[in-house]
């Protein structure tokens, strides 16, 4: 019997209803007002954003594919807009205004509806696209009805907010399963010398506990919702098979762990078979930068075991942060399933963007081919002769729009291209998420991208569709997609401190075909609204 499990990067856990097979798509309507409430993910009490009350999960949208969605959202907070965006949905024409988004103004409420399509993996998810809002509240699951099965969740964030403010150079101070986590001590601290037992007398912080029958086959969904680190998750003694990425079936592999960039989501199916008398660690690591923050750990009960019952084995070990050949040995083997729709054979276009670190003003910023993302074009591609390895010789960057104009149904390839940052000997991991569409991810490749060399190893057979990808120190990687959606989309490092540093660019597409862009849309949808039919504030 196989009943699968979801799991998500900040990590809570919700019943799944599932609705007939046979049932016509319907209207479904959600209410929802965001507003701050005290919280204590981690042991320290804080003030954070949640929606309905809720942190995490906030509320669950239940849908089929086909189905509207109908969200009226009231913004409860003071003094800050709102801005969601929607991880994993087409949403065909929301590029016309908002580039999916929805921005409600403080104290304000604005109706919206996005038509469900293409997805039935329940891997959904939404999350606030500004950078405080991001760090502050926990995203949520969109959830797609369509095969009978019982689910978990767990996603995977973290938190930085205790009595610092800084922007870029707070360091995480814990990580959250389902939005708890344990600051400054362990779960397990009879396995990390130095490091004291928490006591976890409060709800609100206590280890996620996930049920479990011994000797079945349980699906578990993750997703990261990570705002700078990228994650490696595991399961004490148990081997995870990865079935889906993003949304689309994957030709299934086996792998004792698995990593989970910042956008990323998974579903791997876990065998419960163990012995059943002992329960198990779930552990969550930090990758792709030097971690300052001990692992997330969380507990796979196996019943009848009480789910108080700690286990006894020490925690599974993620890799080491800087393991990229770990990384890549992964990352490399995803491959679409028989049966997914292949690329087109050729390319229309070829945009090359180079990733890089620079200087403005005295302030860090991230560049695309030296234009970091505010307002002017970069250029279609950069010299030959850029030496990735070391740093910019021109440290200095300018600003722009980053827009790349799309004809409507183009196919275009995308070349990122990482490079070494300002300090010598520094390249990082950078995973790229694309609005408004899914992209065939043909290749990866380390040094520099050579068309003429490196184009003759894509594969153009079974690539993994994704809307998420990573590229990888002093690498390559080349995505295709087709231009089908018209409307302003970004296309932007999910890293979100490196995308409030530049680090973006927008594809416009077929704008001939955009219509009026509604004038509620210019500003702050109701508020704009209001002004624009004369009233006062």
Known sequence: MRLPLLVAVCCTVWAFVVLPHCAEAKARHFKWEVSNMFWSPDGEEKVLIGINGQFPPGPTIRARAGDTIHVELKNALHT??????????????????????????????????????????????????IHTQMVALSSKPFRWIG??????????????????????AAWILSLLINGRGQFNCSLAAAHTPGTKQCVTVNRQCAPVVLPVQPNKTYRLRVASTTSLASLNLAVGNHKLT?????????????????????????????????????NYWVSVGVRGRQPKTAPALAVLNYRPNPASKLPSMAPPVTPAWNDYAHSKAFTYRIRA??????????????????????????????SIN???????RPAETFSRGYDVTRPPPNPNTTVGGNVYVLRHNDTVDVVLQNANALAHNVSEVHPWHLHGHDFWVLGYGEGHYDHGRDAKTLNRVNPPLRNTAVIFPYGWTVLRFVADNPGVWAFHCHIEPHLHMGMGVIFAEAIERVGKVPREAVSCGATANALMNGAHL
């Not at 580039?99 to 891997?123: H, M, Q, R, T, W």
């Not at 973290?158 to 403010?165: F, G, P, S, T, V």
């Not at 030296?370 to 002017?376: E, F, I, K, P």
């Open 80 to 129: 800050e807009g709102v801005v969601i965006h929607w991880h994993g949905i087409r949403q065909r024409a929301a590029g016309l205004y908002g580039s999916l988004i929805v921005d409600v103004a403080e104290g304000e409420e604005e109706p919206f509806k996005y038509d469900g399509e293409l997805n039935l993996l329940l891997s959904d998810w939404y999350h606030e696209s």
């Open 147 to 168: 095969e009978p099965q019982s689910v978990f969740v767990m996603w995977h964030g973290e938190d930085a907010h205790h009595d610092r403010i800084e922007f870029v």
């Open 242 to 278: 990865v079935v889906e990425a993003d949304g689309n079936y994957v030709d299934p592999f086996v792998v004792d762990d698995i990593d989970i960039y910042s956008g990323d989501s998974y579903s791997v199916l876990l065998t419960t078979d163990q012995d059943p008398s002992s």
């Open 337 to 366: 399933r028989e049966g997914t729709t292949p690329p087109p054979a050729n390319a229309d276009r070829r945009i090359e963007l180079l990733n890089t670190q620079n200087r403005m003003d005295g302030h860090i910023k991230w």
């Open 370 to 376: 030296n234009s970091t993302l505010t307002a002017a």
